[in-house]
């Protein structure tokens, strides 16, 4: 779908005349807060079937999910070594402070 904002009447007989010229059929007209807007289809456009484009998103947020989870885990890693170098470095601070005495 192409959308296209206007602003007069004129404007928008316009571009309507323009894009159904080159093949465009006006599917939707919204005055909104945001403005005015006009939504054009290409001929021969076929809608997918609602299971199709559910799938995909499915699809997506899948991927979405193992990303995430995979940041986690490395953010979990990089803490624990941060964890790990902050004892190591409390350990030799308290033996330099008691005198080397372990």
Do not use: C
């Amino acid at each position: 779908m192409k959308i296209v904002k206007y602003e007069t009447e004129n404007e928008a007989e316009q571009i309507k005349n323009e894009h159904i010229a080159k093949g465009y059929i006006l599917v939707e007209v919204s005055n909104v807060t945001e403005g005015n807007f006009l939504g054009f289809q290409e001929t021969g456009w076929i809608e997918p079937e609602p299971e199709t484009l559910l799938r995909d998103q499915l699809t997506r947020l899948e991927t979405q999910n193992t990303e995430l989870m995979l940041a986690v885990a490395e953010l979990a890693s990089v803490s624990e070594t941060d964890k790990m170098e902050t004892q190591i470095a409390i350990a030799e601070l308290a033996s330099i402070v008691m005198g080397g005495v372990a």
